[in-house]
T-cell receptor, first 113, second 111 residues
Framework: SQTIHQWPATLVQPVGSPLSLECTVE??????LYWYRQAAGRGLQLLFY??????ISSEVPQNLSASRPQDRQFILSSKKLLLSDSGFYLC????????????FGPGTRLTVL | LAKTTQPISMDSYEGQEVNITCSHN???????ITWYQQFPSQGPRFIIQ???TKVTNEVASLFIPADRKSSTLSLPRVSLSDTAVYYC????????????FGQGTELSVKP
């Protein structure tokens, strides 16, 4: 069966510090991968998605970036965090066309102080 | 992309059937309707997906009328553990995974 991992689970970072969140998927090959952010309250915002190694599409211009160095690895980064980057970051994967069912990881709670 | 409208919140009691309706008036021909469940501090979990008529699985049923401009998620005999936020999504085929999550419906199940 397929599993998706995210780490760290929680993170507290000062403003201006760098960020690296990692997501890995097991049990499948060539998945579509997604990064979402959920601010306080509800509603998920799609940040990036990838259909293959090195292929990244950005949905929201901001100080975050994503990379996919391996087939089942997706990384979310920032060179300098802002207070507004605080939130719940979720990684998801899907198999097949990019509108296929998406399966979400456990999430990373990021607090920028 | 089709926009969805759901009630912000609903209350229910254990053992009752809960129906959450979602409006998607501008749904396109190739759109599928998908429902997710999210518990606090967890990622959303896929519940059910359908295109038309009725779909049923071990967790819920999804009712879609002929015009497909709305859909209803039905949760039979809810328990306290069904307290969560439920999202209705309508996804266009080949739109780069651009599933739009709205505010969802916060379901509160009381004893």
């Amino acid at each position: 069966s397929q599993t998706i991992h995210q780490w760290p689970a929680t993170l507290v970072q000062p403003v201006g510090s760098p960020l690296s969140l990692e997501c890995t998927v097991e049990g499948t090959s060539n998945p579509n991968l997604y990064w979402y952010r959920q601010a306080a309250g509800r509603g998920l915002q799609l940040l990036f998605y990838s259909v293959g190694i090195g292929q990244i599409s950005s949905e929201v211009p901001q100080n975050l970036s994503a990379s996919r160095p391996q087939d089942r690895q997706f990384i979310l980064s920032s060179k300098k965090l802002l207070l507004s980057d605080s939130g719940f970051y979720l990684c998801a994967w899907s198999q097949g066309p990019t509108t296929d069912t998406q399966y979400f990881g456990p999430g990373t709670r990021l607090t920028v102080l | 992309l089709a926009k969805t409208t759901q009630p912000i919140s609903m209350d229910s009691y254990e053992g009752q059937e809960v129906n959450i309706t979602c409006s998607h008036n501008n749904i396109a021909t190739n759109d599928y309707i998908t429902w997710y469940q999210q518990f606090p501090s967890q990622g959303p979990r896929f519940i059910i997906q359908g295109y038309k008529t009725k779909v049923t699985n071990e967790v819920a049923s999804l009712f879609i009328p002929a015009d497909r401009k709305s859909s209803t998620l039905s949760l039979p005999r809810v328990s306290l553990s069904d307290t969560a936020v439920y999202y209705c999504l309508v996804g266009l085929y080949n739109q780069g995974g651009k599933l739009i999550f709205g505010q969802g419906t916060e379901l509160s199940v009381k004893p």
